[in-house]
């Protein structure tokens, strides 16, 4: 059973509103899911370690130490490819940005010459790249083949959300 329920109401300006059952549970679930915070991005990981997990047989289903390694990296990772963007836009005029439920961060900018679609479409290729290059060393070689497959899926639906005309919040 759920420790708390949530009901999402689209509201008549678009946007969405959050209706709370549970103040307690509100509280925890915001301390979790807080923007910045540690437990937001161990949150992303775990989410990822989940949707693995969730693919593979149960012969080749992770350990708990892969797990905890997995999600280690995986926050690493996040920290690093924000890093990276944030200082290759540092001095530019930022014309589009989001970020995904895996973490990634993409920031573009018109001054470039690059049109943005193909800077935040190479951004979210090189993260799909380097998580798969990260946890590579902790996966069996059938548990990396999952996650391959995972990141493709990934890769292929931010890249469909792009083309659907929402190219800043891939």
């Not at 540690?38 to 080749?60: C, I, P």
């Not at 900018?109 to 190479?122: F, K, R, T, W």
């Amino acid at each position: 059973m759920h420790r708390f329920t949530l009901i999402l109401i689209a509201t008549a300006a678009g946007a969405s509103a959050v209706v709370w059952r549970n103040a307690g549970a509100q509280n925890e679930l915001k301390a979790r899911l807080s923007y910045g915070s540690d437990n937001f991005h161990r949150t992303q990981a775990k989410g990822q370690v989940a949707q693995l997990r969730n693919r593979l047989d149960r012969a080749d289903a992770l350990t708990t130490r892969q797990a905890q390694l997995m999600e280690q990296i995986l926050i690493a990772e996040r920290d690093r490819q924000e890093r990276e963007v944030k200082e290759q836009y540092a001095s530019r005029r930022v014309s589009a940005g989001g970020s995904s439920w895996t973490g990634m961060i993409t920031i573009a900018s018109d001054e470039l010459g690059i049109s943005i679609h193909d800077q935040l479409l190479a951004q979210i290729l090189d993260f799909s790249r380097q998580q798969i290059a990260a946890v590579a060393p902790v996966l069996t070689a059938q548990q990396l083949k999952v996650y391959q497959q995972i990141q493709r899926e990934r890769v292929a639906q931010q890249r469909a959300f792009m083309e659907e005309g929402h190219p800043q919040s891939p």
